[in-house]
């Protein structure tokens, strides 16, 4: 990978290393144009961080019908016209992830993510917050006394999970079954056309019952719940709202979390200066979500004939909007690839979308990860990453998921004193 030369033909999808340190292939990307056409799946890659937002934006030339599918899943028909948008309409359920929310297009995207936010208010999101406290206390408890943990499994996992599903008011003698089912089964299963059937099963039996017997709980909201119109919703509709959030909510903030703190293990001149001042914490946690975001990217697929960055694509050319490579883009950012805990623009990275389509549970990630450094800081002197598991400093071994839309470890291991 060391050789620029040999980019020219690295799979950007396939290829089983090119995840462990993606960048130096986004650079060689960047120097064809923000714009490039990767012709070995045609496709074009936008990693310009004006031309990302541009796509986020156009609505009315880009459909977000293909976001997970890609050019690797074709709908049964040819893409043919000036206008391709009613045979999405026609055709859309064909493709994987076509019934979850990221998938949608106005005007049914405006009417559900609607639906979302009157789930997730600023209300609710500060009524979760005491939990959200205290289970990263009481997870923290599990291991504390070893001096040592797995981050992902014995914390991050099960904390963002249980954060969600109190949020979403999960009845408390249910909880533990869902720490069990989707541990074990959503990570694996996230690329399948319905991967979270647990999930439907157990919201649809939940919303059913509070509708037909409304108590004085967070389900019941979550239940009677309308459209922003003031239409009650099918039952479906809540059910995989309340899904998609509950499985990309946890395992994205998750690895935020992962690679939080396996960058205070490898830097402790960062680690010292957030135990110095916490109020660092909160820069921290954008310029990583800026240098290594849980979410690397979506495609697009074009309704009507549109320009991006210069380049006239016609309807039906499909786009990967690099996200986390814009993030990265020097024109905006410089010296894109410093860790920088005083960038005065750090603010501004695309880890959580843009437009319409920015990540509604973002508040709620951000106050996950900043509870979670502030318990380890407290709780944890000396946070560092263990060298039998990942190897010196000088020569760190950490495995990254092997997939190109995701980015995280899969797991990592710490050692550290108790400081109770």
């Not at 997730?120 to 959200?132: D, G, Q």
């Not at 320009?307 to 024109?331: I, N, Q």
Request: hydrophobic residues 35%; contains cysteine; proline residues 8%.
């Amino acid at each position: 990978m060391s050789d620029a030369a040999d980019f020219s033909t690295v799979d950007l999808f396939r290829d089983q290393e090119l995840p462990q340190n993606p960048y130096p292939f986004y650079d060689w990307v960047r120097e064809h144009g923000p714009i490039w056409y990767y012709p070995l799946w045609d496709v074009w890659l936008v990693t310009g961080y004006d031309e990302v937002i541009a796509v986020y934006h156009d609505q009315k030339s880009w459909s977000n019908c293909n976001t997970v599918s890609g050019p690797f899943f074709k709908m049964s028909v040819p893409l043919e016209g000036d206008d391709i948008s009613q045979i999405i309409e026609e055709h859309r359920h064909e493709l994987p992830f076509s019934d979850q929310l990221p998938s949608f297009d106005p005007p049914k995207h405006t009417a559900h993510r609607g639906l979302l936010m009157r789930l997730i208010t600023p209300k609710r999101l500060k009524e979760n917050e005491a939990f959200l406290w205290s289970f990263a206390d009481e997870t923290i408890d599990g291991f504390v006394d070893r001096g040592e943990c797995e981050v992902l499994h014995d914390y991050a996992i099960p904390y963002t999970l249980m954060v969600i599903a109190d949020l979403l008011g999960v009845p408390d003698e249910d909880r533990d079954a869902f720490l069990e089912h989707l541990t074990t089964r959503v990570r694996a299963a996230r690329m399948e056309h319905k991967p979270l059937e647990y999930l439907y099963d157990q919201f649809t039996r939940y919303i059913e019952d509070r509708r037909a017997n409304p108590r004085g709980d967070v389900m019941t909201e979550l239940a009677q719940a309308t459209f922003p119109d003031g239409t009650l919703p099918p039952v479906d509709d809540v059910m995989r709202i309340a899904a998609n959030l509950f499985s990309a909510g946890s395992e994205t903030t998750a690895r935020l979390i992962g690679m939080c703190v396996r960058t205070l293990g490898d830097h402790p001149e960062f680690q010292q200066r957030l135990r110095d001042d916490r109020s660092l914490i909160g820069p921290f946690i954008e310029e990583m979500l800026r240098t290594e975001a849980p979410l690397k990217g979506s495609f697009k697929l074009a309704k009507t004939r549109t320009t991006v960055g210069g380049v006239e694509l016609p309807p039906g050319t499909t786009v990967f909007v690099m996200t986390d490579a814009a993030s990265r883009d020097p024109r905006q950012f410089e010296c894109p690839g410093e860790f920088r805990l005083d960038r005065p623009n750090g603010r501004q990275h695309l880890a959580f979308g843009h437009g319409i389509h920015t990540c509604a549970g973002a508040p709620l990630a951000r106050a996950e990860a900043h509870a979670t450094l502030v318990r380890f800081l407290d709780r944890m002197s000396e946070i560092r990453i263990s060298e039998p598991h990942h190897g010196p400093p000088t020569a760190r071994r950490y495995e990254y998921d092997p997939t190109y839309m995701l980015r995280g470890l899969r797991e990592l291991h710490i050692e550290f004193t108790p400081t109770e």
